[in-house]
């Protein structure tokens, strides 16, 4: 029994060092699978990912649609009910988002145009003062037309295009590709959240089946921990975030400062990224203010500067800090690592990550060690 014991893990062995092998020695080839398999199923994961959002909305609604009820119709209508409700939250919140954001955008994009040929004027003037630039080149600057410039700028580039159906033929497919694959991604989420149930039940046969006991178990507590980390992290991101925008609306509004609701829109979108988001939002509100006033400009940055001191020490950690248990240093060490590694995406993966490592580390580190004492002090048979 040792030696058939023995020689199988000289073949497992064998055969991992095999294929750790091939792995090195064909990895341009596993590279470009690996690549295409997730090129192929991104509509899946992004189906997941929705699910996964969805399924915060829908359990919610789920626990108030008459929990207490025992009639079969309720039953059977509580979760499609619930994922109605879900859908059209979801959808009442992009379109507020849209309708608080837009229409200012078009009216900044327009101000900015009008007033870049005047900025530029403004800013050769002061340069002048400053004696920065001589009489002569100050002259022949303020003697270009600068806004005929501008348009001249952009004519030269349109009709620099050499293959104009190409471009356009190239963005309609990106634009159509896009399309079928939120569409793709929206219709297996419904399918995932629909049978959840099933599908959790699917996954815990396989692996009572093919992973022993001991290892389910932990699978299963390394999920919920998980679960519950990404969950508490989201709740609480988007808490503070509507928090943190509708703040800074109120007090753009009580200082008059320009755009207020759609930087404060912004600034909770932004938001949505722990610790550098609202700084983020906060740099394209003082861009378009500045177009505005640049005193306007300032009193906005000092303005989010208080506020962001009050969201740091006070809102974020009774929000976001406590919910997922997870000290401010290593929230910080997380959104510096994840962003390195995936830009945004690992801004906002990193946090809860770290949150559920931190979490299982804990609990190792308190978990009283093996007695062996009293496992000798046993009384003997």
Known sequence: MVKKLETKTIIKILAAVFALYLCIHYWPNISWLIASVFSAASPL???????????????????????????????????????????????????????????????????????????????????????????????????????????????????????????IVSTVSTVISGITTAFLAIIFSIYLLVGKDKLGRQCRLLMKRYIPQKGCAKIEHLLTELDDCFHRFIVGQCAEAVILGSLCALGMIVLRLPYAPMIGAVIAFTALIPIVGAFIGGAVGAFLILMESPVQALIFVIFLIILQQVEGNVIYPKVVGSSIGLPGVWVLAAVTIGGGVLGILGMLLAVPCAACIYRLLRENVKRPPADKAGAKSEPQA
């Open 45 to 167: 994961l992004a189906g997941c990912c929705i699910a996964y959002t969805l399924n915060i909305l829908m359990s919610f609604y789920e626990r108030h649609f008459f929990p207490n009820s025992a009639k079969k119709f309720v039953i059977k209508a509580r979760r499609p009910s619930s994922l109605l409700l879900a859908i059209v939250t979801l959808l009442a919140v992009i379109a507020l988002i849209a309708a608080l954001i837009v229409p200012q955008l078009i009216s900044c994009v327009k101000l900015l145009v009008t007033e870049v040929p005047g900025a530029i004027s403004f800013l050769l003037k002061k340069l002048e003062e400053a004696g920065i630039l001589s009489d002569d080149v100050f002259n022949q600057l303020t003697a270009v037309d600068w806004q005929s410039k501008i348009g001249q700028i952009a004519n030269t580039l349109l009709s620099g295009i050499s293959n104009v159906m190409d471009i």
